[in-house]
């Protein structure tokens, strides 16, 4: 099964449950976790959502590469749209808070997975970033507006620019992340951080989360569908997934 889930008094733990590849987002876990989004968010005896990731490897290590590396302009640009409907936006816009457990890697469209929780607890093992300029590619579920978002602009260009890994106290200082504790707690905090939160009213709690969000606007989101179905035609692109695939360092031509 591509995603478990257990509901226990009020609160649904939804565990990507592919750790064979780093819980890497394939359609069909996309797919599936969309669904079960619209499932808890139809469903009252359901509170509040932790999302996680199988194995203590990885929350997710991204989109899934060896899915999108012969994708053309087009389909880039119809996926990145699809993808950030199904799933991002839908997590993002869940009127139930939903906090993201992240242990081990978070990189690329994993990393863009939990930022559009509305909080996230990590492992001190946890290394987040956005490698996706390592690979010919851009960030393509909405990893360009929501990083700034939370860690501010500055730091945002550094980590996208680089695609270098940051290690858990370091996102902790920054604000990627709520919280950091041992490995062996992660799923202890991230229940108490969901269970204090699911004290609350359950409407003021819809409320708030649609009050922020109404702050920010979604004419980023909208350019960076765009950007990211061109960079597919580039030539850097199809070097970045091809070394990753064949284990190998991308020689990019440029321009
Ligand atoms: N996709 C597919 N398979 C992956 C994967 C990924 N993102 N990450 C890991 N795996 C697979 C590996 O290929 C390997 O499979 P086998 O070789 O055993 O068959 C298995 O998981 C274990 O990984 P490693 O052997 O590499 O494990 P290591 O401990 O040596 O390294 C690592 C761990 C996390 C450093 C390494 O796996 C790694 O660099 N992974 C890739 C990280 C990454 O670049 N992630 C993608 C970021 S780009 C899109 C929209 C958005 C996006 C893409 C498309 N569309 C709308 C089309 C976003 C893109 C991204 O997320």
């Known amino acids: 099964m591509l995603l478990l889930s257990d509901l226990q008094d009020g609160l649904l733990t939804l565990t990507i449950n592919r750790p064979e590849a780093l819980n890497a987002l394939n359609s069909e876990v996309i797919q599936t976790l969309s669904d079960a989004i619209d499932a808890a968010a139809a469903n009252a005896d359901v509170r509040a959502i932790v999302l996680t990731g199988a194995g203590e490897k990885a929350f997710v290590a991204g989109a899934d590469i060896k899915e999108f590396a012969d994708f053309n302009g087009e389909q880039g640009k119809e996926l990145a749209a699809r993808g950030q409907r199904l799933l991002f936006d839908k997590v993002e816009q869940c009127r139930k808070p939903v906090v993201a457990a992240v242990s081990g890697f978070a990189l690329g469209g994993g990393l863009e997975l939990a930022m559009a929780a509305h909080v996230r607890v990590a492992s001190d093992t946890a290394r987040m970033g956005l490698p996706e300029v390592s690979l010919g590619v851009i960030p393509g579920y909405g990893g360009t507006q929501r990083l700034p978002q939370l860690i501010g602009k500055g730091k945002a260009m550094e980590?996208?620019?680089?695609?270098?890994?940051?290690?858990?106290?370091?996102?902790?200082?920054?604000?990627?992340?709520?919280?950091?504790?041992?490995?062996?707690e992660l799923p202890a905090a991230a229940e108490a951080m969901a269970r204090s939160i699911m004290k609350n009213a359950p409407t003021a709690l819809a409320?708030?989360?649609?009050?922020?969000?109404?702050?920010?606007?979604?004419?980023?989101?909208?350019?960076?569908?765009?950007?990211f179905g061109a960079q597919f035609e580039t030539e850097d692109f199809k070097e970045g997934t091809q070394a990753f695939i064949a284990k190998r360092k991308p020689q990019f031509p440029g321009r």
């Open 159 to 184: 980590l996208i620019l680089t695609a270098r890994m940051m290690k858990a106290d370091e996102a902790l200082a920054c604000g990627l992340v709520n919280q950091v504790v041992p490995l062996a």
């Open 207 to 227: 409320t708030a989360l649609d009050a922020v969000l109404a702050g920010y606007s979604r004419e980023g989101f909208a350019a960076e569908i765009e950007s």
